[in-house]
């Protein structure tokens, strides 16, 4: 089971970031895979190669780093803040057509900035270590606000390159991601006209509205909306209570790689027996919608699990009429009036039906993620507006 937990429970509001190995990277004995080729394609169709900056930042082993112009790994320092108090990161890409860069064994992320630079600042993190601060495209007050931003996020070790483009957090630039080895796997593609179709969608759909920002500078997740006036707090609180009602007299049962386990409601309790006895208190939307407090995904081999799995069918709507999880029909999700219409609206707007739309899209392999255990080349692309 892929989880995100780690890599995304970092970008917090504050955006300071210590950008762990997602889960799957805790197959890794150590980043010590070579070099991965990487090409960068620019076919947006509305910026040129000139106004396009890539930020590739993250984790070595206990330290943060970032990846310079040349392929160098470097780490992160203070004194690179310059006398705006940020940090010069950017990698240029090539004057016209593809540009090749170097990606070394490394976790993180790769951000392309379109029309302008991002303003990420080294500070001190609660270690007193070298940390960034992320860019927080859902926070007005953040300095990356205006920018037209987006990122795609990896791992690159000893055991391959596993990565994923993502929109739990937000979505603004399309991007695809193609990775070549032992296998030939593309991911991230919109249909034609997908991104417009994406604003559209979610701003026609009345409580996901406000969670459009700017002239289609960017669609925000709705957890991010919490709080902000963005969004509802209780949204999901009716499919929470019916779900919550048709599992006091009825079993729910959830399979996962260390057998199946059997719930029922009693009181604020789902509790589980089977290969171990698990429980979850009844969740809030925040939970539902982060896929964490209640409903926080251990990397234990058992409550994990069920929690994700449990946060899929409640993102997806399938938790109430399917007794049986996870359900593994796409058809069958987002059918409720009240759903993740967010998370849908990514799905529906993509050629292979992938994405990541909230924390645990990928269980029943529905994010948008691809891996390779003998890579040889990755590239991103720019997809058109």
Excluded at 12 to 17: D, E, F, H, L
Aim: charge should be negative; hydrophobic fraction near 40%.
């Amino acid at each position: 089971m892929i989880t995100r937990r780690t890599l995304l429970g970092g970008l917090a509001a504050t955006g300071i970031a210590a950008v762990a190995a997602p889960a799957w990277g805790a197959r890794e004995a150590g980043p010590t895979a070579a070099s991965l080729k990487l090409n960068v394609v620019n076919r947006t169709g509305q910026y040129e190669n000139g106004s396009i900056h890539l930020y590739i930042v993250g984790n070595q082993g206990d330290r943060q780093v970032r990846v310079t112009p040349d392929g160098t790994l470097a780490p992160i320092d203070l004194a690179d803040n310059g006398s705006d108090g940020f940090t010069d990161y950017a990698i240029p890409l090539a004057g016209s057509g593809e540009t090749s860069l170097t990606l070394p064994a490394m976790s993180g992320r790769i951000y392309a900035a379109l029309g302008g630079k991002l303003k990420l600042k080294a500070v001190a993190d609660g270690n007193d270590k070298p940390a960034l601060q992320y860019p927080a495209g859902w926070v007005s007050g953040d300095p990356n606000y205006e920018v037209l931003h987006d990122c795609m996020e990896f791992t690159l070790n000893d055991s391959g390159m596993f990565c994923n483009t993502t929109m739990v957090d937000m979505f603004s630039v399309p991007m695809s991601i193609h990775l070549t080895g032992a296998g030939d796997k593309t991911t991230g593609e919109l249909k034609e006209g997908g991104r417009e179709q994406i604003f559209a969608d979610v701003a026609g759909r009345e409580g996901f509205d406000r969670l459009v920002l700017g002239d289609k500078l960017r669609v925000v997740a709705p957890g991010h909306g919490l709080g902000s006036g963005l969004f509802d707090e209780g949204y999901l609180a009716s499919y929470i209570d019916q779900v919550w009602s048709a599992y006091q007299s009825a079993d729910l049962k959830v399979t996962t790689n260390a057998g199946t386990f059997t719930g029922r409601v009693s009181g604020d309790q789902f509790a589980f027996s089977g290969p171990a006895e698990v429980a979850f208190k009844k969740p809030s939307t925040r939970d539902v919608l982060f896929c964490d407090g209640t409903l926080a995904a251990p990397n234990d081999g058992t409550t994990g699990p069920v929690a994700a799995i449990l946060g899929a069918g409640f993102n997806r709507t399938t938790l109430h009429n399917h007794a049986d999880q996870p359900v593994t029909d796409p058809a069958r999700f987002y059918q409720e009036d009240v759903t993740n219409h967010y998370a849908r609206a990514m799905h529906e707007a993509s050629k292979d039906g992938k994405a990541y739309g909230f924390a645990f899209d990928d269980v029943s392999g529905f994010a948008s993620y691809i891996e390779d255990n003998a890579p040889q080349q990755l590239t991103l692309t720019l997809t058109p507006f």
